[in-house]
């Protein structure tokens, strides 16, 4: 096998020495604060430390801060000020005691939301909606890749055997760098991410975890910052993250970001009714919602929808109950008890959370 760890330079550091540093002691009134944000690929994630002088208690008492956004896809080198809004603190599982993660949106000179800035208008939508109690739960499937760019774990020269025995494998022969998956689990526990659970999954080397339910905002909140620790995560292990929902061509498995979806309404007795009349409005808008559930208003979703490997084809709205070729599956279980949520199985595992679950709530909620 090629594990290829011999080509990443970050494996090859010693560990433990980074240990003896880490235990320092802190001084209490010094935190550092890792502020991240979304780059102007709209997938890519940045993020830079800095020390505050008291331990926040809550956002609001964060500063604004800023960076050089001719660096990361989002300014001209002229006007390269980009403002960084803090907008949701979690605890650094890399850090520990006082030190946070903070989530931000990014804004341009003018305060205008950058043209990645997909969270303001989400914000928005959520707002308005707040009464409906919008949750949401998204399954991030990821694949992991050596640095020659080969999943982990497969041979250099050839494939592994066709796929059916890796999806929730157990076994050395059946996946691939659970340690990543484990420890990110752990991370984003200790983080305070709402995260539910997590999987292997059909492709060798690519795994799934779940967050949610999360109500409104949140759901993009959490689940960037959940990525940005699994990056993080995979970083010390020299192993690298790709979300791109369709890593390898051929007779495997793309990766998406299936967005499970309820209201207040559809949560309780006979909300089938409610469910059956939310999945009426998407069949309408279902060119809206393919653009909104990839970075490349559709692109990147053309490899992974084919119809194949159970995915709907890009093309055709369907939906059914228990459906895995359906591009809403109504979970047999609330079929079952006629109330529940329903499966949106179309975003791609590289998608926005914050335009999905906007564009989701502007058809289903607002009527948009
Ligand atoms: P699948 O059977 O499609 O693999 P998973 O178990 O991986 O489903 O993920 C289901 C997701 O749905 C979880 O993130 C869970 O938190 C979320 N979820 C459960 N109930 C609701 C609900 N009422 N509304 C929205 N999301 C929900
Ligand atoms: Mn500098
Ligand atoms: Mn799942
Ligand atoms: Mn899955
Ligand atoms: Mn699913």
């Known amino acids: 096998m090629s594990g290829i760890l011999e080509n990443s330079p970050n494996y ?43 331990v926040p208690k809550s956002v609001s008492e964060l500063p604004i801060w ?41 804004y341009k000179y003018n305060h205008q939301p950058t043209e990645t800035n997909h969270r303001a208008a989400c914000l928005e939508a959520m707002t308005k909606a707040a009464a409906q109690k919008p ?5 991030q499937e990821y694949t992991l890749l050596d640095m020659e760019g080969r999943p982990f774990g497969w041979p250099r020269n050839g494939f592994p055997g066709p796929q059916g025995p890796y999806y929730c494998g157990v076994g050395a022969n059946k996946v691939y760098a659970r340690d990543v998956v484990e420890a ?26 779940q967050v949610g339910p999360c ?10 910052v959940a990525r940005y620790l699994l990056h993080r995560v995979a970083e010390e292990f020299g192993v690298v993250v790709t979300l791109d929902p369709k890593p390898m061509e051929g007779d495997w498995n793309g990766a998406g970001a299936h967005c499970n979806f ?15 009349k939310a999945i009426d409005k998407l069949s309408k808008q279902h060119i809206r919602h393919i653009k909104a559930y990839d970075p490349k208003e ?5 490899r992974r929808l084919t119809g194949k490997h159970e995915t709907s084809t890009i ?49 289903v909620c607002l009527n948009e």
């Open 12 to 54: 090859k550091l010693n560990k433990t020495v980074l240990d003896k540093f880490l235990s320092l002691p802190q001084p209490e009134n010094k935190v550092q604060a890792t502020y991240i944000w979304i780059d102007g690929t709209g997938e890519g994630i940045r993020a830079k430390t800095r020390t505050l002088d008291f």
């Open 66 to 106: 800023n960076y050089d956004g001719s660096s990361t896809y989002q300014s001209e080198g002229s006007n390269s000020d980009t403002y960084l809004y803090p907008v949701a603190m979690y605890n650094d599982p890399f850090q520990r005691g006082n030190n946070k993660l903070i989530m931000c949106d990014t």
């Open 135 to 139: 949750w949401f739960g998204i399954e």
């Open 184 to 209: 990110h689990y752990r991370a984003c526990l200790y983080a305070g991410i709402n995260i539910s659970g997590t999987n292997a999954e059909v492709m060798p080397s690519q795994w799934e975890f």
């Open 215 to 224: 109500e409104g905002i949140e759901i993009g909140d959490q689940l960037w």
């Open 262 to 276: 309820s209201t207040k309404t559809m949560r309780e007795e006979n909300g089938i009714i409610e469910i059956e």
């Open 298 to 302: 559709g692109k990147d979703n053309e």
């Open 315 to 363: 093309h055709d709205f369907s939906a059914g109950v228990a459906n895995r070729t359906a591009s809403i599956r109504i979970p047999r279980g609330c079929a079952e008890e006629k109330k529940g949520y329903l499966e949106d199985r179309r975003p791609a595992s590289n998608c926005d959370p914050y335009s999905v679950a906007n564009v989701i709530v502007r058809t």
